[in-house]
């Protein structure tokens, strides 16, 4: 369970969220909200990439930021921003050692993705849509048990976002914890979804029904 308490959260003198408190099971979870209503940075502040000034977070016990808990999550967010001068394949093969996996899982990713012509391109060039299906792959790969995915169905095609929908349906059957977070509507999508949360001004969360 990914359990989350009294967290605060802000930038400067903005403040996003105040008391905010979220348990989740495994599953798949739809976070929605109006633009700058605060998604992207909840999802950051899960994986721990930004920092609550207040609050805790825990997934399966272990507290957010401890080698515990990274081992269990992966994040797909913006582009793969600080590994631009890598080509393609060298960023596969980096994850493949930072996480500990073979590159069979990478590999098979990044074909179903068709990227696999773009192996040797460097990340700097890849096209939106291509960045996405870079990002999605590093994330899916690890089989991680939370899987946190920042508007995964941005600039995706037809092809590859029926096989995103299918890898995400297949995480849940294994018993992961799938957050997405995306100001779409569920309803254009083929999931089978477990929730339905909006996030409003304040980090006030409402269900919305299904
Ligand atoms: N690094 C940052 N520094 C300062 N302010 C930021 C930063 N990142 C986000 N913000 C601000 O925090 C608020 C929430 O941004 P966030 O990206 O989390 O929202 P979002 O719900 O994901 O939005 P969108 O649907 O447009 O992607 C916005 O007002 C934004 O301007």
């Known amino acids: 369970m990914l359990s989350i ?4 959260f802000g930038y400067g003198q903005q403040r996003l969220f ?5 348990q989740l099971e495994p599953g798949l979870h739809w976070l929605s909200g109006a633009n700058g209503s605060g998604k992207s940075s909840l999802l950051r502040i899960v994986a721990a990439l930004n920092h609550a ?12 930021g401890s080698a515990a808990y990274q081992a269990l999550v ?34 098979l990713h990044a074909k179903a993705f068709m990227l696999q012509p773009l192996l040797r391109q460097n990340v700097a060039v890849l096209s ?16 991680p048990q939370l899987l946190l995915l920042d508007e995964p169905f941005n600039a995706l095609d037809p092809e ?21 977070a995306s100001h779409l509507s569920p309803q254009s999508f083929q999931l ?3 929730q339905h949360l909006e996030l409003k001004a304040g980090g006030h969360l409402s269900v919305v029904p299904l």
Do not use: W
């Not at 000034?53 to 957010?64: A, C, K, L």
């Not at 939106?128 to 089989?143: E, I, N, R, V, W």
């Open 5 to 8: 308490k009294d967290l605060s």
């Open 18 to 22: 105040s008391n905010l408190n979220l």
């Open 53 to 64: 000034s207040q609050g805790s977070i825990h997934f399966r016990q272990h507290q957010v």
């Open 74 to 107: 992966s994040i797909s967010a913006d582009a793969v921003c600080p590994l631009q001068d890598n080509t393609v394949e060298g960023i596969l093969q980096l994850v493949a050692r930072c996480r500990g996996i073979p590159m069979e899982p990478l590999l």
């Open 128 to 143: 939106l849509g291509q960045q996405k299906k870079l990002s999605l792959t590093l994330a899916l790969a690890a089989k």
């Open 160 to 180: 590859s976002l029926v096989y995103c929908c299918a890898q995400l349906q297949e995480a849940r059957q294994q018993g992961a914890l799938v957050l997405i």
């Open 192 to 194: 089978k979804l477990d």
